[in-house]
């Protein structure tokens, strides 16, 4: 079990810069690859990043330029540091923890979930 809280969002301007943070917590926490997706109004959960134990990442490919995955291996935290945001990167961020060995990224726990809402 894993239990994962974020904290963080927001409303911000466009071009400003945000740093979500998740706290994991459970036997799996130091054990699980630990990732941010998101989900806007109307459309599908998607993947913003993922990072496992090791620090291997993986980013979608359309916001790899402008969001950082971080993990602190001491604290069982992961943040996602956004910037230059953009209207379209309003959404609810959740946190989610999984396995990512051989097998492709599986979520298995999620967060609540944090608004981040960028407008002028």
């Known amino acids: 079990q894993v239990h994962l809280v974020e904290s963080g969002g927001g409303s911000v301007q466009p071009g400003d810069s945000l740093t979500l943070s998740c706290q994991a917590s459970?036997?799996?926490?130091?054990?699980?690859?630990l990732a941010w997706h998101r989900q806007a109004p109307g459309n599908q959960r998607e993947l913003v990043a993922v990072?496992?134990?090791?620090?291997?990442?993986n980013y979608s490919d359309s916001l790899k330029d402008r969001f950082t995955i971080a993990r602190d291996y001491t604290k069982n935290t992961v943040a996602l540091q956004m910037s230059n945001l953009k209207s379209e990167d309003t959404a609810v961020y959740y946190c989610?923890?999984?396995?990512?060995?051989?097998?492709?990224?599986?979520?298995?726990?999620w967060g609540q979930g944090t608004q981040v809402t960028v407008a002028s």
């Open positions: 459970g036997a799996g926490a130091g054990i699980y690859a």
């Open positions: 989610a923890a999984g396995p990512w060995l051989r097998s492709p990224y599986f979520p298995a726990y």
């Open positions: 990072i496992d134990r090791t620090g291997r990442t």
